[in-house]
Nanobody, 123 residues
Framework: QVQLVESGGGLVQAGGSLRLSCVAS????????MGWFRQAPGKEREFVAA????????LDAESVKGRFTISRDNAKNTLYLQMNSLNPEDTAVYYC????????????????WGKGTLVTVSS
């Protein structure tokens, strides 16, 4: 059974940083392209960043470029999202996602989802 379990969310002030983690079980991380999506209250789930199987190329949404960094440790079966210079518009539930194709920037085409971790940025 595949599980993606996110952690690291919480409450942070604007300008602060958080690092999210996603631990995978039941799948081999190096076999999947991995990414992060987020969903703010009342809004659709949106793409944040993605990382190739090898951990090489990345893809970032314009809204997070220069602030967020996606990375992975295949040996630990873990995906990360370092988030810096957070602002209140970054408040959302952040979801870890695994895909066999590179890379769906809409929720369709994602093979597996985590249950999410809440990030709240106060002004």
């Amino acid at each position: 059974q595949v599980q993606l379990v996110e952690s690291g969310g919480g409450l942070v002030q604007a300008g602060g940083s958080l690092r999210l983690s996603c631990v995978a079980s039941g799948l081999i991380l190096s076999s999947y392209h991995m990414g992060w999506f987020r969903q703010a209250p009342g809004k659709e789930r949106e793409f944040v960043a993605a990382n190739r199987r090898s951990g090489g190329n990345t893809l970032d949404a314009e809204s997070v470029k220069g602030r967020f960094t996606i990375s992975r440790d295949n040996a630990k079966n873990t995906l990360y999202l370092q988030m810096n210079s957070l602002n209140p518009e970054d408040t959302a539930v952040y979801y870890c996602a695994a895909a066999l194709v590179w890379f769906p920037t809409t929720p369709q085409g994602i093979n597996y989802w985590g249950k999410g971790t809440l990030v709240t940025v106060s002004s």
